[in-house]
């Protein structure tokens, strides 16, 4: 089991930048992939990053390709997610994720959630 709180969320201007945290519970946090996702207003949930469970393996939405960064911490078992050059479209409720061992991209494989943070791109 591992319960999940984000963090870092808020109101941005265009081209600034934000970085959101993801703190783990539990003694078994580098055994977990992580993922994060993202939801906009009538919009279904949608992959931004993931990370695998010591970090060497990463990958990312085209749309954030770039701009967005994922890295974890498992000494403290929290993941972040660095964001730059933020846009407008990416305005939407910012979820992280968790999973046993590897990292994928479908909403569907990760069996725990946060409660998610707000992020608010003005511009």
């Known amino acids: 089991q591992v319960q999940l709180v984000e963090s870092g969320g808020g109101l941005v201007q265009a081209g600034g930048s934000l970085r959101l945290s993801c703190a783990a519970s539990?003694?078994?946090?580098?055994?977990?992939?992580m993922g994060w996702f993202r939801q906009a207003p009538g919009k279904e949930r949608e992959f931004v990053a993931a990370?695998?469970?010591?970090?060497?393996?990463?990958y990312y939405a085209d749309s954030v390709k770039g701009r967005f960064t994922v890295s974890r911490d498992n000494a403290k078992n929290t993941v972040y997610l660095q964001m730059n050059s933020l846009k407008p479209e990416d305005t939407a409720i910012y979820y992280c994720?968790?999973?046993?061992?590897?990292?994928?991209?479908?909403?569907?494989?990760?069996?725990?959630w946060g409660q998610g943070t707000q992020v608010t791109v003005s511009s």
């Open positions: 994720a968790a999973r046993m061992l590897l990292l994928t991209a479908m909403a569907s494989d990760y069996g725990y």
């Open positions: 990370i695998n469970w010591n970090g060497g393996n990463t």
């Open positions: 539990g003694r078994t946090f580098s055994s977990y992939a």
